[in-house]
């Protein structure tokens, strides 16, 4: 197939692994991002076994779980106490699928897929352009920016996120709600981390509507903290607001001490919230020459560890499509096809393990539980 250039609105984690997927298959791409500076703010994230054999095939595997963590033992404990209830080995899941799964610092991926990006071709990304609006016909697309900015490709690809602009244009009148869940996060040095939560490494904790999880990242010099908890309303826009460590340990106060204390510790500035948002289904991803990957196509909740890892398995599976196909239009029909089914379920499985998690009496049904480290995004059927 002949195509000049493809452009993907959107240089976050599946947007980068996309256009690097294409790059890697021939094609050209320019990736444009609405901050004015294209960097990822400090976040942990899971990388699962799924998601690391894409990065196998984009080169970046091996030097992202050098610079990451991976423990050996996953624990579920008691809340009110600390207490290890369960635990999943990691050497189980390598057994099975090959890897275990890294304890990623989302900067840390962003980088290295930035950096393979731009070492393909320098002039690929344009920070500073916030998507306006787009015009296709029979020959290609026609993307514009509110700085006045236009660029014209043969395809496009909506990779900006959950509160998509590219979605939004496409399938208007749906636009995100709040669906009853705040998010506390923190990084904190493993010298703040009380010495047994350190020793544990990861842990998961069931309560009653909420729960918290934490795990470390660099190699064990940084801890990750997140808290979800279910609340009655939610007002502020974005996911890094600001927060007092008073609020997140007033609202976790019934965990173990050592879990509080852990809390209390978060530096000055380094704790922030956001109210998840969330989209229903769509029927379809695509419309002519454009579609969407990542939470732009299927908006994920954080409870099964898997946005970044479909985002990315979104990626590879788009350029696998490109390089079969003849035309755009098979291309979009081939991806959407492979990937829309898997897409939907991830999102809709991760809302229900939300009320799991923070439901002491629902038996967890996890990543690994359901399956989800199966799929080989670099081999399945495109």
């Known amino acids: 197939m002949r195509v000049a250039r493809i452009i993907i609105v959107g240089a976050g984690i599946g947007g980068l692994a996309a256009a690097l997927a ?5 094609f050209k791409v320019g990736v444009y ?3 004015s500076e294209i960097r990822e703010i400090g976040a942990g994230l ?51 699928h090959g890897y275990g799964s890294l304890q990623v610092h989302r900067a840390d991926l962003h980088r290295l897929l930035m950096q393979a990006v731009l070492a393909n071709d320098a002039g690929s990304l344009h920070p500073g352009h916030v998507f306006a609006g787009l015009v296709q016909d029979a020959k290609g697309v026609t993307v514009t920016f509110t700085n006045g900015a236009s660029d014209r490709g043969d395809a496009v690809i909506g990779a900006d996120g959950n509160a998509s602009a590219v979605r939004s244009l496409l399938f208007p009148g749906e636009a995100t709600t ?6 506390f996060r923190a990084l904190l040095p ?20 909420r729960y918290l999880l934490h795990y470390p990242l660099r190699g064990g010099r940084i801890m990750n903290v997140i808290g979800v908890g279910q609340a009655a309303q939610w007002e502020a826009e974005g996911w890094a607001i600001t927060a007092e460590n008073d609020e997140f340990a007033n609202a976790y106060a019934d965990f173990s001490p050592e879990i509080v204390a852990m809390i209390r510790n978060i530096p000055p500035g380094e704790l922030f919230k956001w109210g998840l948002r969330d989209r229903e289904p769509l029927a379809t ?30 990626g590879l599976v788009l350029a696998r499509a490109f390089a079969a196909s003849e035309t755009i239009v098979e291309a979009l029909l081939r991806y959407e096809n492979a990937r829309k089914q898997r ?31 199966d799929y080989d995004p670099a081999t399945a059927p495109v």
């Not at 294409?22 to 021939?26: N, S, Y």
């Not at 054999?53 to 033992?73: E, K, N, T, W």
């Not at 809709?348 to 690994?368: H, K, N, P, V, Y």
């Open 343 to 373: 897409g939907t379920n991830v999102q809709l499985w991760s809302r229900d393990e939300g009320r799991t998690l923070q439901d002491e009496t629902r038996i967890r049904r996890t990543a690994f539980d359901r399956g989800l480290f």
């Open 190 to 209: 493993a010298e703040l981390v009380p010495p047994s939560i350190r020793k544990l490494e990861l842990g998961m904790y069931q309560a009653p509507k």
């Open 22 to 26: 294409l790059q890697r298959r021939g």
């Open 33 to 35: 991002e609405r901050a």
């Open 46 to 96: 899971i990388i699962a076994p799924n998601a690391r054999r894409a990065l196998r095939d984009l080169g970046l595997d091996a030097a992202l779980a050098a610079i990451s963590s991976c423990v050996p033992l996953q624990n579920t404990c008691d809340y009110a106490t600390g207490a290890v209830k369960s635990t999943t080995s990691t050497a189980l899941i390598v057994a099975k």
């Open 178 to 183: 709040f669906n009853g869940q705040i998010a």
């Open 285 to 314: 991803w695509t419309q002519g020459r454009v579609t969407m990957l990542g939470d732009a196509a299927h908006p994920m909740t954080p409870f099964l560890g898997q946005g970044a890892c479909i985002a990315i398995e979104d």
